[in-house]
């Protein structure tokens, strides 16, 4: 295709854009023009002109309704990252307010970090800024993933997965935050085809046998409907849908339910004139169809947070067949599906002014002012997997406003959702009347005061960022601590530290100890020793996540140093170290093996034990083979002090065992977790128990002991498992 026949296509879609006449064509020629001239030397992974991509991304902005500014920063989102061409350069030739959405759509990928984590981190939190600033930076940046979703197949299958993984966990629920429904779910349903494509393909069989019985059944109970609702509401608005995809993946695979059990593959949309007329509406369906007690939802009076608002009632009808009737105006209607984007698709742009608009921004601000307090980066990519999740609750307060949440979330983050003043100042709650321990989850429709004390010194408990589900509340505790109980949290840091250091047998004298100390502190970018002990204090930095590297940075300490004298005598001790990255002092040149019976991995604490013959055998501390106290044991001289080499890249093979419901998939899904996660199994063996459950050990390699835990609390996860254990 010639790219003239492109430019045709892109200003003929406009011409059908409701708002057509505020596109400025020229500018968006000009644009044009200059993406095919910039990128004119590149091509794609599958070989053909780069500059196809920018095109098929700004037809889909065009689609969704955006300004001649969107689709002309579309047409040029790539080209400072990729080209020669600079901000000032776009800023030149097409204006300030194209540039800053270039600019805001440009990904972070020449700053200096340390992990392929944080770059994501960096990446996203840029993104909020700038969608703070101008919220057409996110949807320009949605139409780039979708369409780099659609093309995705010829990149390798790794990059597919992770990929996927990043759409599914951070994009879908923007998209869905932002109410643009066909964006959102075309972004899941491609995620699940790359992340799980054989249970993707068996629901996409499963409809395709059903097509022609669903087509049949929703056309003739469209045609019921608008022949009994006509008669009270004329001039309706009747639509069918059947369910995506992944929302059906959802239910059968995470809450293990069969297609059969899904009472919403089904769907109705009746769209009428007023408000008045969706309840209606609603009698007359209840009326002619018998409804799914708990199945009614009334989104119109209690919007969710994206603004969506809709009735939602699930009947059976006389087929026995049970859908879902969704009931709405007709701008409600484009509210659901162009969220934020119908401002400019129905209202010749935005109002700055709209109280509406502003409230759809309201959630950007917040987790913007969240991060602000933050100490890690990445708690950002977290708050958008928990705080963005299209699962929410509805709770009330005494006054009457409406409180929505994640599912899960406790009366303690109900207060924090109400104001951190309130948070800060809760000594309990009561639930429809009744008090409840501040470990309650909120549950949809509930009336909950939250009970305070302004007396002075009160404020929230340290065991409350354990048992809080938002990362808003998480924060704000975090900064009462940080701000309120200084000398408090530099004592409960020492402290920490201490007990960390002593069970990691981290040993060094006062002097050295502080130079060490502070080292840590400038690599976790505090400004002092004294603020690093607080940040540990206050939870602003876990010890339980950064001992790793304090272990690798004592190991290479204490190499630069002079040397530790540890023994029962004052004669500084040699080392050796094995092919496996374990070091034993005392002993040089010896051989040194991995004991089996406990088999230790990078992580746990380690002590050596020399053998007759063969060397010395490494063992973990709590090992049952080790005694309790060495002193008092039969040969105490043989057992010596071990720990792991800092600069070791060996991957080690550990046992773990698994307890769970004897059903069908498990292992399937278990080794699908497992290479999602990147994790290589080496042995796998799986039996029925007595009680009819199933028992499953598998040998796997990690790299460390973290590592293994994370990999533990995700097989835990899933469905059907009861219990998980390194063997």
């Not at 299958?157 to 990929?163: A, M, S």
Request: charged share 30%; proline share 4%.
């Amino acid at each position: 295709m010639s790219f003239e026949k492109c430019l045709d296509e892109i200003l003929e879609l406009i011409d059908v854009q409701p708002c057509a006449s505020i596109y400025d064509k020229a500018l968006i020629t000009r644009a044009f023009n200059r993406c095919v001239e910039a990128h004119s030397t590149q091509k794609r992974v599958s070989g053909e002109p780069y500059c196809m991509h920018p095109i098929a991304v700004s037809k889909i902005v065009i689609s969704l309704g955006m300004d001649s500014e969107s689709v002309a920063a579309s047409l040029l989102h790539d080209v400072v990252e990729d080209t020669e061409a600079t901000y000032e350069d776009i800023k030149a030739e097409f204006g300030k307010g194209v540039a800053e959405l270039v600019d805001g759509v440009t990904k972070l990928g020449k700053i200096p970090l340390e992990s392929k984590e944080s770059v994501q981190a960096e990446n996203i939190r840029k993104m909020f800024i700038a969608m703070s600033q101008d919220i057409r930076v996110i949807i320009i940046k949605l139409a780039d993933r979708l369409h780099n979703m659609r093309t995705i197949d010829v990149m390798p299958v790794q990059k597919q997965r992770d990929k996927a993984r990043e759409t599914l966990e951070v994009f879908a629920p923007i998209a869905h935050r932002l109410g643009i429904r066909a964006v959102k779910e075309e972004l899941e349903d491609l995620s699940i085809m790359h992340l799980d494509p054989v249970a993707y393909h068996e629901i996409e069989e499963s409809l395709a046998i059903k097509r022609g019985q669903s087509d049949k059944f929703l056309a003739q109970i469209q045609e019921r409907i608008k022949e009994r609702v006509e008669e009270y509401v004329p001039g309706i608005v009747i639509q069918g849908r059947v369910k995506s995809i992944h929302g059906i993946y959802r239910k059968m695979y995470m809450q293990g339910k069969s297609i059969d059990e899904i009472y919403d593959i089904y769907a109705i949309r009746i769209i009428t004139d007023t408000v008045a007329n969706c309840y209606n509406i609603l009698g007359v369906i209840h009326d002619m169809a018998r409804p799914i007690p708990g199945r009614f939802k009334d989104y119109i009076s209690t919007p969710k947070p994206n603004l969506y608002q809709s009735l939602h009632t699930t009947v059976v009808g006389r087929e026995g067949i049970p859908y879902e009737v969704q009931i709405r105006t007709e701008e409600m209607h484009r509210t659901a599906e162009f969220g934020i984007a119908a401002h400019w698709k129905y209202k010749d742009g935005v109002n700055r002014t709209d109280a509406k608009f502003d409230e759809r921004l309201a959630w950007i601000r917040q987790i913007i002012d969240t991060q602000r307090e933050a100490d890690d980066a990445e708690e950002l990519v977290q708050t958008i997997k928990t705080d963005l999740a299209p699962e929410d609750v509805f709770a009330v307060t005494p006054k009457g406003d409406v409180i929505n949440l994640p599912v899960g979330s406790t009366v303690i983050d109900f207060a924090f959702a109400i104001h951190s003043a309130v948070g800060t100042k809760m000594t309990g709650a009561k639930v429809d009347g009744r008090i409840v321990p501040i470990t309650h989850e909120v549950k949809t429709g509930e009336l909950i005061e939250i009970l305070t004390s302004n007396q002075p010194g009160h404020g929230p408990s340290r065991d409350w960022l354990n048992i809080v589900k938002t990362n808003q509340a998480k924060t704000k505790i975090r900064a009462w601590f940080k701000k309120e109980r200084r000398p408090e949290n530099i004592a409960t840091g020492k402290s920490e530290i201490e007990r960390e250091f002593s069970r990691n047998n981290i040993r060094l004298d006062d002097e050295n100890m502080e130079k060490f100390l502070t080292d840590i502190s400038v690599k976790l970018r505090c400004n002092s020793l004294e603020d690093f002990y607080a940040a540990i204090g206050y939870g602003g930095i876990l010890l339980s996540k950064i001992m790793p590297r304090i272990k690798d940075a004592y190991a290479r300490f204490v190499r630069t140093e002079k040397p530790i004298e540890v023994s029962n005598n004052t004669q500084t001790r040699k080392v050796s170290k094995s092919s496996d990255g374990v070091v034993v002092e005392g002993i040089d040149n010896c051989l040194i093996k991995l004991a089996r019976c406990c088999t230790p991995i990078p992580g746990d604490d380690l002590i050596g034990f020399i053998t007759r013959g063969h060397g010395v055998s490494i063992h973990k501390k709590d090992c049952s083979n080790v005694p309790k106290c060495i002193e008092e044991s039969a040969e105490p001289e043989r057992w010596i002090p071990a720990y792991w080499d800092a600069e070791r890249t060996t991957r080690f093979d550990s046992t773990v065992s698994i307890l769970g419901l004897n059903r069908d998939g498990i292992v399937a899904d278990l080794t699908i977790l497992l290479s999602n996660l990147h994790v290589s199994v080496h042995a796998i063996m799986a039996k029925e128990t007595k009680d009819g459950n199933c028992s499953i050990v598998i040998t796997i390699g990690v790299e460390s002991r973290e590592h293994l835990e994370n990999v533990i609390t995700r097989i835990k996860k899933l469905s059907g498992v009861f219990s998980v254990e390194r063997t």
